[in-house]
């Protein structure tokens, strides 16, 4: 099991989720942000921090987000688990699923 990044960090990523995460396992798209579900512990320290609950347990997944377990897993088929997102900065690109959805509209205050 682990964390994942849903729908509402697309064209949003706040990034207080960076900070929480003890282990550095939050990497940067272009879009969004990706939890490696291999790196994460399940400490749950970012869920709360984000201001948009883009956030979710793998298992309290709502219906329609659910695709998202697939695209955090499969946005590391090409880099891995290189063990820190830090160290390997805003990766480039997205998880296919992403990168083809129409622009997200956030509330101004939020953006
Ligand atoms: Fe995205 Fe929320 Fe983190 S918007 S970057 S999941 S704090
Ligand atoms: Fe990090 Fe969140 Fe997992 S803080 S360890 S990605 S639950």
Redesign the pocket.
Known sequence: M??VIALPCVDLMDKA?VD????D??YEGERMLY?QPDE????????PVCPVEA?FYEDDLPAGLDAFTAVNAGFFSAIGSPGGASRVGPVGGDHAFVAALPPQVHDAALA
Not at 40 to 47: A, N, P, R, S, T
């Open positions: 682990t964390y989720c929480e995460c003890p282990v396992c939050i939890i994460c512990i399940d400490c749950g320290g970012c869920e956030i």
